[in-house]
T-cell receptor, first 114, second 113 residues
Framework: NAGVTQTPKFQVLKTGQSMTLQCAQD?????MSWYRQDPGMGLRLIHY???????DQGEVPNGYNVSRSTTEDFPLRLLSAAPSQTSVYFC?????????????FGEGSWLTVV | AQSVTQLGSHVSVSEGALVLLRCNYS??????LFWYVQYPNQGLQLLLK??????LVKGINGFEAEFKKSETSFHLTKPSAHMSDAAEYFC???????????FGGGTRLMVKP
């Protein structure tokens, strides 16, 4: 019963390096998204997808890229990491159809950019 | 855009006391509202949600919340706090047909023995 799986759990990057945070879900959910969590600010939406081949920007998309080639996977790419991207990242998914459908979150990925 | 305000970034109660975590929202349409709990170094777990059915919503672990449209509030309560309730709690409102959750800043609940 995996749900939403994120890797890696912890990562330290140097400024300017690139990396990809992986996210996979096994619930056949059409909708997937990435949030970042910063102290006192709750979670903020970075990008989301409502199906394979469809992505859209959220509240804080700058510095991040996404793609959705399969229903299961939704990787988040940092092309040139900056210290401002130090945060905890959460992947989430839900069934589409009803706006009130529950969003399920992964365990989080702690990223530090030095 | 919708917004969510959680009054009190930190709330401390004694074990057995009433828990009240406040959430106010702004929305131009009937909202879907959620409370999530986050234990240290873990993801978010849904406590309960309001989807325009009953205004009093019961969730897991003895928590409940009441939707009050006139006050634009969705406060979370639990009659008797347990040590295991110590965590961070987030209120959120759904918008853009459910494609975006807007979160409050979170309230860290501390339970004293």
């Amino acid at each position: 019963n995996a749900g939403v799986t994120q890797t890696p759990k912890f990562q330290v990057l140097k400024t300017g390096q690139s990396m990809t945070l992986q996210c996979a879900q096994d619930m056949n959910h059409e909708y997937m998204s990435w949030y970042r969590q910063d102290p006192g600010m709750g979670l903020r939406l970075i990008h989301y997808s409502v199906g394979a081949g469809i992505t859209d920007q959220g509240e804080v998309p700058n510095g991040y890229n996404v793609s959705r080639s399969t229903t299961e996977d939704f990787p988040l790419r940092l092309l040139s990491a900056a210290p401002s991207q130090t945060s905890v990242y959460f992947c989430a998914s839900r069934r589409t159809g009803e706006a009130g459908n529950t969003i399920y979150f992964g365990e989080g990925s702690w990223l530090t950019v030095v | 855009a919708q917004s969510v305000t959680q009054l009190g970034s930190h709330v401390s109660v004694s074990e057995g006391a009433l828990v009240l975590l406040r959430c106010n929202y702004s929305s131009s349409v009937p909202p879907y509202l959620f409370w999530y709990v986050q234990y240290p170094n873990q993801g978010l777990q849904l406590l309960l949600k309001y989807t325009s059915a009953a205004t009093l919503v019961k969730g897991i672990n003895g928590f409940e919340a009441e939707f009050k449209k006139s006050e634009t509030s969705f406060h979370l309560t639990k009659p008797s706090a347990h040590m295991s309730d110590a965590a961070e709690y987030f209120c959120a409102v759904s918008e853009n047909a459910g494609n975006m959750l807007t979160f409050g800043g979170g309230t860290r609940l501390m339970v004293k023995p």
